[in-house]
């Protein structure tokens, strides 16, 4: 009798043959300058629709700190400022708070981590989401309850975009002008400008030449489509031809909307997402006040999932869901193999990833064919790369859609789309006629700091920071770097760099420029800079990891967690630099630096 071992480890050698293949296919030599920004041609794509802009008279303003962007970021650290008796100013070039959920008002919008680690304050504000992954209106409206809770919207100037940030000696502050013709004298001036907010369009040949109409996912046209982002049908669709141009996590989001709406939708593919299990619920009031609600809550439950998504031990898996499914995978395999003697090495880790990371995904796939009824199609939807090459996505109603008779998979082999003309979109050598294309083309990541910011900043003596970071950035903790006293990012990179859960980074740096802020203040302290020497200490130390965006693995399919497949160099290293030993104990190392008042590194001058 034949050993079935053979047969698994050949089918298994054949589908990582398969995942090589696939990449190499899609590998191009534009790489990341593929993409258009909307700019000249495209600007009007770029116009906020949701919130009209009004004139006003240009301000002139003195400040203690301000915070450039009103997401999650400048909410969060508007909030602890507030909090420390901190005078804030945010400036914020969308027409409200919200950030990324001001602006991706598309229909479906949801997040996609468990809203209780994701949406930020909850217990400070009392919200309590309604669902296990609440969808972007509730998302918006906390922002806004944020906004109120802390006085955050009167503290901030809306539909004003940030031109130029300058260090100025004599006062020992920045002048930050803006588009509005503002002169905003600040002390402090914070980033918090998120990583994706820079929408990209595919520079696909004649996409100036469609006749029909087009736009952005993050600037859904609600005024063309119909319907509401609440769930009202899109009645402006009822007749109309759509083509969708990718399938990321925001197409897999937005489809089922379209295909229950649009008289005829085509979803042209380049790659697959892999579509895992979403099972969404509501929030059962019952349990939450009986098994969750208990002073700092949301704390111990940010500290549980982080916990276990990044592979440690706890007594239990608070979430359970995707994120947390594939670290407990793994980390029940290096138990099991070491309770049966293998050594636990750099080598057992790498082979219980692989291991938990090729059963995860075919399973990803074998649900492709339970689902989808047509079998050229299904074949078409499967993800062929371990799972964390691209976003992973998680969804009960994507996959389903191309069931619909009026739904079309075009799957471009991993070609993309050929051309765009007047008529419609070419793929394959076939013209799809379409009166509409919506594009899911995702956002501008790893292209300059300042292309992606739309301003400069200069610090003393003239230095620049595109100059300080032509080679990529550099910086203490993440948020201070040398040469720029008063400057503060608030992110992820060079930190924590916790993806899954973006939230918790920004809640941490939060705390933390607050700190100091209120030291500073306390103290008489006037300008606050790292070291030389910390920052280089600080930049040895996170260059030994390397996080998943910008350090994803060179084999794999190519997207924005790799460069699109391109090695960056040190600019690459740089911007992937992590915590090596892990988010958790980034937040802890930062905890303890914050409160233990020495604030070591940073040169604090009066
Ligand atoms: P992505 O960058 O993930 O996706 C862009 C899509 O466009 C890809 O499928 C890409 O294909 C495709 N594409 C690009 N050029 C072409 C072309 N010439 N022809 C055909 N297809 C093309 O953008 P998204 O907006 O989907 O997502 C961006 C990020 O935003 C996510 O990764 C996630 O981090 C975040 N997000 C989070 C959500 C949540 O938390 N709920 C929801 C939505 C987004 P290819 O893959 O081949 O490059």
Not at 151 to 180: C, K, N, P, Q
Request: glycine content about 10%; proline content about 4%; overall charge negative.
């Amino acid at each position: 009798m034949d050993d079935p071992r053979p047969v698994a480890e050949d089918h298994r050698r054949a589908v990582l043959d398969r995942y090589r293949a696939e990449r190499d296919k899609r590998i191009r030599a534009d790489g990341i300058d593929q993409y258009l920004e909307l700019t000249g041609r495209f600007a009007a794509m770029a116009e906020d629709p949701h919130v009209e802009r009004v004139e006003r008279e240009p301000l002139r303003r003195e400040v203690t700190a301000l915070f450039v962007g009103a997401g999650f970021a400048g909410l969060t650290t508007g909030a602890r400022l507030v909090e420390a008796g901190i005078d804030v100013l945010l400036v914020e070039k969308g027409g409200g708070v919200g950030g990324t959920w001001y602006w991706n008002r598309y229909p479906g919008a949801q997040c996609d981590t468990h809203s209780f680690v994701y949406l930020p304050l909850l217990e400070e504000t009392g919200h309590v989401p309604t669902e296990k992954y609440a969808h972007g209106p509730e998302i918006l409206e906390h922002c806004e309850r944020i906004a109120e809770h802390y006085g955050l919207a009167e503290r901030s100037l809306f539909h004003t975009v940030v031109t130029d940030i300058v260090w100025d000696g004599d006062a020992r502050r920045y002048l930050v002008r803006t588009d509005r013709g503002d002169e905003l004298a600040a002390r402090h001036v914070i980033l918090g400008t998120g990583p994706l907010h820079k929408p990209k369009l595919p520079g696909i040949p004649g996409i100036e030449t469609f006749a029909g109409h087009a736009f952005h996912t993050s600037r859904w046209d609600w005024g063309h489509t119909g319907g509401d982002r609440f769930g009202a049908p899109m009645t402006g669709l009822a007749d109309q031809r759509v083509a969708v141009i990718g399938t990321g996590a925001t197409a897999v989001q937005c489809v089922p909307h379209l295909a229950r709406d649009a008289a005829a939708l085509c979803v042209f593919q380049r790659t697959p997402s892999s579509i895992d299990v979403r099972a969404n619920e509501p929030t059962d009031l019952d349990w939450f006040e009986r098994e969750v609600q208990a002073p700092g809550w949301q704390e111990r439950w940010l500290t549980n999932f982080t916990l276990v998504q990044t592979g440690g031990w706890a007594e239990e898996d608070l979430v359970h869901d995707g994120w947390t499914d594939i670290a407990r995978r793994i980390r029940d395999k290096v138990v099991e193999r070491a309770a049966a003697g293998e050594a636990v090495d750099a080598d057992l880790l790498a082979r219980a990833f692989g291991d938990s990371d090729f059963e995860k995904m075919e399973e990803i796939r074998a649900r492709v064919d339970q689902v989808v009824t047509d079998p050229d199609t299904a074949e078409a939807l499967k993800a062929w790369y371990p799972q964390l090459c691209k976003r992973p996505c998680f969804h009960d109603e994507y996959l389903e859609a191309f069931n619909r008779p009026t739904v079309r998979l075009v799957d471009t082999g991993g070609r993309g789309v050929e051309r765009i003309t007047e008529r419609g979109v070419v793929a394959n050598g076939e013209e799809f006629e379409v009166d509409c294309i919506v594009f899911a083309s995702g956002f501008e990541v790893g292209t300059d700091h300042a292309r992606r910011a739309g301003f400069d900043v200069t610090g003393p003596e003239g230095r620049r920071l595109s100059e300080a970071w032509d080679e990529g950035m550099v910086s203490l903790h993440g948020m201070h770097v040398h040469g720029f006293p008063n400057l503060y990012v608030v992110g992820a990179a060079q930190a924590a760099n916790l993806i899954s859960n973006y939230p918790h980074n920004l809640a941490e740096a939060a705390k933390t420029v607050a700190a100091i802020l209120a030291h500073a203040e306390a103290e008489g302290i006037v300008e606050v800079e790292a070291t030389a020497e910390a920052q280089d200490a600080w930049m040895d130390l996170v260059l030994q990891r390397q996080g998943l965006i910008g350090g994803g693995a060179a084999d794999c399919t190519p997207g924005y967690y790799n460069n699109e497949g391109h090695d960056a160099g040190l600019r690459g290293r740089r911007g992937a630099a992590s915590y090596p030993d892990g988010p958790v104990a980034f937040f802890r190392y930062i905890a303890e630096w914050r409160t233990d008042g020495r604030f070591d590194g940073l040169d604090l001058r009066r």
